[in-house]
């Protein structure tokens, strides 16, 4: 079942030679955001085509917006009084050109884009326990326009993590009328109304949870007139689903529908585990999690010239009920590796790709749009350090065979 670093293609009509317009920037601790190129064709393979240094010491966060062609990138900057956001023009080759920076509050870890136009950026910054807003202008200019900061009375029920708010990820809601924060250190989802004309941001009652849970990251999901949000805590790992509802005075209320164990089942899992990244699926259908530091897989090794098996962490799939909002388990399948601090999902649907901290490796998964299970490992690539996040960049004109239009 598995296959090492080059694979045979897999997606019906796909020439030798011919490639697949479908780009990855990935970030590392390392200091690089590296381009690589997904080529389908009578192999499949990850090759590098660009590296930068120009986001800083410590990536770790990227945001693109398609209709500018500009990639957002947040150094962390480790030690550091503050973090950076930094804006880049995408070549179609793959080069990133640095345009314009501004400093944030210590420690950003996670963008969502809001306003008119998708003119802000609503940043969560871990270390500096804070919410930062900047505004972009339409040539890829960043400006810091509003920035909050937090406290903690006393630490929380985990000491050595909750000793401060931790702001992990910055979500915007599907009417784009609400910015959510889940804060690993406070117990809280903190919500704020989002004015997309001002970019201004308004705390209201925030969405508590049960001490020592450790809220990391969340995905929302809309049906039959309702919106589910689902939650995933880093310290007791676990996942608590929410019926949203909208109020008529402009606030939100999260009526709680479960709250299951990671794995969806009572087994003992590692001390170091973690839940990390969420995502719900384009179609809807589906709701994955990663799990960290478990390493409770093997899978065969990548490089053909070594028989060793490697660890891995686990992807876990579960079907969503539209009616209900509950989740069925479906699968657990290895993220090819240790360490899945990030995934990331193609506008098909049908490719994973996962970014693997602890093994410094990028995994492209084949996926089944169908019945939502993942298949099989496609290709992968080695980076540099700790990998942190990789998203896609696909051109649609040169998939379906008009060319790439940028130069």
């Not at 963008?111 to 136009?117: D, L």
């Not at 929380?156 to 931790?166: I, N, S, T, W």
């Not at 019945?371 to 379906?400: Q, R, S």
Request: with cysteine; charged share 20%; glycine share 10%.
């Amino acid at each position: 079942m598995w296959k090492n670093v080059l694979f045979p293609a897999t997606a019906a009509g796909l020439l030798a030679g011919s490639t697949s317009a479908t780009l990855l920037y990935v970030t590392s601790y390392a200091g690089t955001v590296t381009t690589l190129d997904l080529v389908e064709g009578a192999t499949t393979k990850l090759d590098t085509v660009a590296s930068t240094t120009a986001c800083g010491a410590n990536p770790s966060w990227l945001a693109l917006d398609y209709s500018k062609s500009f990639l957002y990138c947040l150094d962390e900057a480790w030690g550091q009084p503050t973090g950076t956001v930094t804006s880049f023009y995408t070549y179609a080759n793959g080069t990133l050109v640095p345009l314009a920076a501004a400093d944030v509050i210590a420690g950003p870890v996670s963008i969502a884009e809001f306003g008119v136009g998708g003119h802000g950026l609503a940043i969560a910054s871990y270390a500096g326990s804070g919410v930062n807003v900047v505004s972009m202008t339409p040539e890829g200019g960043v400006e810091l326009v509003q920035n909050e900061t937090y406290t903690l009375e006393q630490p929380g029920a985990v000491p050595d993590r909750q000793d401060v708010p931790h702001p992990h990820q910055a979500i915007l809601d599907p009417t784009a009328r609400f910015v959510l924060v889940p804060d690993l250190g406070a117990d809280l989802v903190r919500v704020y109304q989002a004015d997309a004309s001002s970019l201004k941001l308004t705390a209201i009652t925030p969405l508590e949870v049960p001490p020592g849970a450790g809220p990391r990251h969340g995905a929302f999901k809309t049906a039959y007139n309702k919106t589910y949000f689902y939650l995933a805590t880093e310290l007791s790992n676990t996942i608590i689903g929410y019926e949203v509802v909208y109020n008529k005075n402009r606030t939100l209320g999260f009526s709680e529908l479960f709250t299951i164990p990671l794995h969806g089942d009572d087994r003992e899992i590692a001390n170091t585990t973690g839940a990390a990244e969420t995502l719900v699926t384009p179609d809807g259908k589906f709701f994955i999690v990663s799990s960290r530091w478990e390493r409770s897989l093997s899978i065969p090794n990548f490089d053909p010239r070594n028989s060793t098996e490697i660890a891995s962490d686990p992807l876990i799939v579960y079907a969503i009920d539209n009616k209900t909002g509950l989740l069925d388990k479906i699968q657990e399948f290895p993220a090819g590796g240790v360490g899945p601090r990030h995934f990331s999902i193609n506008g098909d649907g049908n490719r994973i790709a996962v970014g693997l901290q602890g093994d410094g490796r990028v995994a492209i998964i084949e996926r089944d749009v169908h019945t939502g299970l993942l298949k099989d490992f496609v290709a992968t690539a080695d980076v540099e350090g700790e990998v942190n996040t990789v998203i896609f960049y696909e051109d649609y004109h040169a998939k379906w065979g008009k060319g790439r239009p940028r130069v």
